[in-house]
């Protein structure tokens, strides 16, 4: 185990501010799905790593032609190849819709095993395309910021900022969408009662088109920055497919605002785990994932219909 004597508590909040943004925007997508589609997508993981990969594609495309080029301390091409991911993985699972799951037109417990099936098909395309070794997105390597470094003895990277304000951006983009505006409104209409929703004159089938794209866009955009924050693997997406799920469950499963909540508590857990060892609890980053799932099992014995859950 690293010893831990010394580091700053607060990098562990930064560490963990970051590891938030990314399983948030995941979140998002999955309770999306559950609320309107009203099935738990267990390919939802394997989008992360279609729109990594997507974004990961255009690289040597877009990176010589805006070589030099520095936005925020990172290379803008960085930006444009994940609104290609992003675009990659919108049409990836709007094609799934209408190929795979609308010609189904089955229960819940069908399209959660399709969604199995649907999952191991894009790592399988992932693993023919870009075979099984990890890779980078070939960012250069930006030291911490100065100025955070002197003020706050914290490490805080460029790329860091990017990913929390990018975030930020993306969730604040998806709220105005939900409380501003008709589609908002008929997301949430759908997503309520879908048969009153229909009677009332809601084309429901678009709604739920408009629900793959969103949750489509923001799976890519956690893909993404989970690549740049580690590698890009074909197993990336599901390696954390049960932290989402954990995050969406304590949020309050179908509750779009509760898997933002749930996300961010849960990633916060994850990364400040090693803080144990610095008050002599021999629990290292080995057991983050456990200890985020104890306490969300803890948070769910208090409340079972999880933080932002209806009683029913």
């Given at each position: 185990?690293?010893?831990?004597?010394?580091?700053?508590?607060?990098?562990?909040?930064?560490?963990?501010?970051?590891?938030?943004?990314?399983?948030?925007?995941?979140?998002?997508?999955?309770?999306?799905?559950?609320?309107?589609?009203?099935?738990?997508?267990?390919?939802?993981?394997?989008?992360?790593?279609?729109?990594?990969?997507?974004?990961?594609?255009?690289?040597?495309?877009?990176?010589?032609?805006?070589?030099?080029?520095?936005?925020?301390?990172?290379?803008?091409?960085?930006?444009?190849?994940?609104?290609?991911?992003?675009?990659?993985?919108?049409?990836?699972?709007?094609?799934?819709?209408?190929?795979?799951?609308?010609?189904?037109?089955?229960?819940?417990?069908?399209?959660?095993?399709?969604?199995?099936?649907?999952?191991?098909?894009?790592?399988?395309?992932?693993?023919?395309?870009?075979?099984?070794?990890?890779?980078?997105?070939?960012?250069?390597?930006?030291?911490?910021?100065?100025?955070?470094?002197?003020?706050?003895?914290?490490?805080v990277t460029p790329r860091q900022v990017a990913v929390v304000l990018s975030a930020v951006v993306l969730v604040g983009a998806l709220h105005f969408v939900?409380?501003?505006?008709?589609?908002?409104?008929?997301?949430?209409?759908?997503?309520?009662?879908?048969?009153?929703?229909?009677?009332?004159?809601?084309?429901?089938?678009?709604?739920?088109?408009?629900?793959?794209?969103?949750?489509?866009?923001?799976?890519?955009?956690?893909?993404?920055?989970?690549?740049?924050?580690?590698?890009?693997?074909?197993r990336m997406g599901f390696d954390i497919l049960l932290i989402v799920f954990a995050a969406v469950i304590l949020g309050g499963i179908g509750s779009v605002?509760?898997?933002?909540?749930?996300?961010?508590?849960?990633?916060?857990?994850?990364?400040?785990?090693?803080?144990?060892?610095?008050?002599?609890?021999?629990?290292?980053?080995?057991?983050?994932?456990?200890?985020?799932?104890?306490?969300?099992?803890?948070?769910?014995?208090?409340?079972?219909?999880?933080?932002?859950?209806?009683?029913?």
């Open positions: 185990m690293i010893p831990l004597q010394g580091l700053n508590p607060f990098q562990f909040v930064v560490n963990g501010l970051v590891f938030s943004s990314i399983i948030v925007l995941a979140s998002i997508g999955l309770s999306l799905v559950y609320s309107i589609a009203d099935f738990a997508n267990f390919a939802h993981g394997d989008t992360l790593t279609v729109g990594a990969f997507g974004a990961l594609a255009a690289v040597p495309v877009v990176a010589p032609a805006m070589e030099g080029i520095v936005l925020f301390g990172l290379p803008v091409w960085l930006f444009v190849v994940l609104l290609v991911g992003m675009v990659v993985a919108a049409a990836v699972v709007v094609l799934t819709e209408y190929v795979v799951y609308r010609p189904l037109d089955a229960g819940s417990i069908e399209l959660l095993i399709t969604s199995i099936g649907v999952a191991l098909s894009y790592r399988a395309v992932v693993f023919l395309l870009f075979g099984t070794e990890p890779q980078r997105y070939g960012v250069p390597r930006a030291g911490p910021i100065p100025e955070i470094r002197e003020a706050l003895n914290l490490a939900l409380q501003y505006t008709t589609l908002g409104r008929k997301m949430r209409a759908t997503a309520d009662d879908p048969n009153l929703a229909r009677v009332s004159g809601i084309r429901t089938r678009e709604v739920i088109l408009a629900m793959w794209i969103i949750g489509g866009v923001l799976a890519a955009a956690g893909g993404v920055f989970l690549g740049l924050e580690t590698l890009v693997r074909p605002y509760g898997a933002m909540l749930g996300g961010f508590v849960i990633g916060m857990l994850y990364e400040l785990t090693p803080m144990f060892s610095m008050v002599g609890v021999p629990i290292g980053s080995e057991y983050a994932e456990a200890v985020a799932f104890l306490i969300m099992v803890a948070i769910l014995l208090v409340r079972p219909s999880g933080i932002m859950g209806e009683t029913t």
